[in-house]
């Protein structure tokens, strides 16, 4: 047995991660770790959160055997499949959130590094991958608890290949599919007719480097309509209905590619107000120029970059902003949070490149960066305890409705493997709870008690809510209101991954509720606010709603936004 430490040691230890980290970047706010599935039996190489607080996992069918069975018994016989001819494993998982429990889906085409967004129904519309799967669009409709919905599949419905390619939905609720390995050019689902193909699109070619530095290309909707799409380290901004470059913003500083498999990472700043004309993008991370040729020829990992850079793409002449993380970090992963003023970054590693066990140094340490903290390169970080578990090439990160994020996968292998490799598959889940749900926050954290399911583009409505200690709506100062589109997640980047900072209507922001008793549990208040008035700030389709005290959000609620 070991003597008790002393005072001093205690003190000592207590300090150490201050002592290590250094004083610009303690470890004031420690969030919180949680395992919640040692093994899902899938690896969530890809996830997406549905409207119904179900989380749809997937990877790739010609992994080899996963550690999940397909249901009642089946297995797929696939003659071309590169790993198995005969499959009785599951490359798909449902894991239910409130009940922490998950259950296998049949996909039956290679869903190998592909992309999907929601429709405006809901629905998981999800298009390409590898092999029999390239042409593929598939569903999943999120359905109710007690019915065991599952995939369905259209092998041939895409006109081009689609492999690493990067979807974004659009206002009028099609989906745009850009990209992909050897496909410079882009197509819609659903299509306009039956003869809709693909339209050109140079600028992916114009982008191409020897490793193909351009591959799940960042793409976001403007809020003028446009797409903004970054490639390698250019950017253009793109009217895809006249297929015509209506801007090309300058070059990102440094010149380091920022994409697959350079995999940095890529959000739309939170939009500031229901009709937002201003849009923001900020990119954090990635690979440094030949760190694949590095690391692939000669196993020499580089530093990966410490960059970020942000550009307000509606500016009429933008130029980028630049600072560091506290950390380098390749195949981070950006979650916007709820609160609308931070985003977190997530899973990756110091050293090397995305690409089969082509990395190092994993970063176990979450950051928040603060949209708002003006002033000095670096000021705007926070940096966060660490999980212990690597979450490498092929991890995933998603924000869930009560405000945790769930983080997943991590398999640089070619298939599953777990033993005698550095960073064995990973089929764990784990939860990372930011600040915000700190227990000692409880009683300033508001609850929402009453708001529309439904909500048309523009329309007024109110949120009710109540908070156990009302003083704290006069301390904290601001109350808001935010939706959240819930991102696709894949490979570092989020797709369709939105946040839109709702107006607040009249004056005194909140209202205490009339001719209604208090509930229980806090002083209840109204405040009313608009919805994103149409569908260039926010796409018809689910949002999570939230109610921000100040910086700290409430749990979210459904709200399903349309186009009347
Ligand atoms: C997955 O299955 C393999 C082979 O049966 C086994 O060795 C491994 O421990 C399992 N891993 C997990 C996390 O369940
Ligand atoms: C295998 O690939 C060939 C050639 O692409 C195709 O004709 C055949 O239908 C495929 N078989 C299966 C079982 O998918
Ligand atoms: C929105 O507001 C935040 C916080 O004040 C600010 O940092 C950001 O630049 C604004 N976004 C745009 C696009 O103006």
């Known amino acids: 047995m070991s003597p008790p430490p002393t005072p001093t040691l205690l003190l000592f230890l207590l300090l150490l991660p201050l002592l290590l980290i250094g004083p610009s970047t303690a470890l004031d706010r420690p969030g919180r770790w949680e395992l919640l599935q040692r093994s899902i039996g899938v690896s969530a190489m890809h996830m997406q959160l549905m409207p119904n607080d179900r989380v749809i996992i997937f990877d790739r069918t010609d992994f080899g055997p996963s550690n999940l069975s397909l249901p009642s018994g089946q297995c797929r016989r696939d003659d071309n499949d590169t790993a198995l001819k005969l499959d009785c494993t599951a490359h798909s998982a449902e894991y239910d959130v409130p ?30 991958g590898f092999n029999d799967g390239d042409r593929a669009v598939r569903f999943f409709r999120a359905c109710a608890p007690e019915r065991a919905c599952d995939w369905e599949e259209l092998p041939l419905a895409l006109a081009a290949r689609r492999w690493y390619a990067t979807n974004q939905i659009l206002p009028d609720g099609r989906a745009v599919i850009v990209g992909g390995r050897r496909q410079f050019n882009y197509e819609f689902y659903p299509k306009s007719s039956g003869a809709e193909g693909t ?28 797409l903004f799409i970054f490639a390698n380290n250019r950017a253009i901004l793109l009217d895809y209905s006249s297929n015509m470059v209506v801007k090309s913003f300058p070059r990102m ?91 977190l970054i997530v899973n990756g590693a110091a050293e090397g490149t995305a690409g089969w066990e082509l990395a190092r140094s994993p970063v176990m340490a979450p950051v928040m960066y603060r949209f708002d903290n003006g002033g000095s390169s670096g000021s705007r970080f926070s940096v966060f305890g660490g999980s212990d578990v690597p979450r490498m090439y092929h991890s995933t990160a998603v924000l869930l409705r009560d405000g945790r994020v769930l983080v997943g996968g991590s398999n640089p292998h070619v298939n599953y493997n777990f033993y005698g490799v550095l960073f064995p598959t990973e089929l764990s889940l784990e939860a990372f709870s930011p600040p915000y749900l700190d227990r000692s926050l409880c009683d300033e954290r508001p609850t929402i008690v009453e708001s529309p399911q439904e909500v048309g583009h523009g329309r007024r409505f109110s949120v009710g809510f109540t908070v156990r200690d009302g003083s704290s709506l006069t301390v904290r100062g601001t109350v ?12 570092a980047l989020a797709m369709n991954q939105r946040v839109v900072v709702l107006d607040v209507v009249g004056t005194a922001s909140v209202k205490r509720r009339r001719g209604r008793k208090d509930l229980a549990d806090g002083a209840a208040y109204d405040v009313e606010v608009v919805a994103p008035a149409n569908g260039k700030v926010a796409p018809a389709g689910y949002y999570m709603l939230f109610l921000v005290n100040g910086d700290l959000p409430s749990e979210g609620v459904w709200v399903r936004i349309t186009n009347s």
Not at 285 to 313: N, S
Not at 480 to 491: I, K
């Open 480 to 491: 808001s209101v935010t939706v959240v589109a819930p991102g696709f997640a894949t490979h």
């Open 99 to 128: 009940s922490n429990s998950f259950r296998p889906l049949t996909i039956l085409t290679d869903t190998w590094c592909s992309s999907a967004s929601l429709d405006p129904d809901g629905r998981l519309v999800q298009t390409g």
């Open 199 to 226: 339209y050109r699109l140079p600028f992916l070619q114009e982008t191409m480097s020897a490793s193909e530095d351009n591959l799940y290309p960042f793409v976001h909707l403007n809020v003028d309509g446009n």
């Open 253 to 343: 500083p440094g010149e380091d590619p920022r994409n697959y498999p350079s995999s940095g990472s890529s959000v739309l700043m939170p939009l500031n107000g229901s009709s937002a004309a201003e849009a923001e993008v900020l990119i954090c991370g990635g690979a440094r120029a030949g760190a694949y040729e590095e690391a692939l020829k000669k196993k020499t990992y580089l530093r990966a970059l410490i960059t970020c850079g942000r550009l307000r793409i509606s500016d009429a002449s933008p130029a980028w902003a630049m600072e560091e993380m506290p950390t380098a970090r390749v195949m981070g992963d950006m979650v916007l949070m709820p609160n609308g003023k931070e985003v």
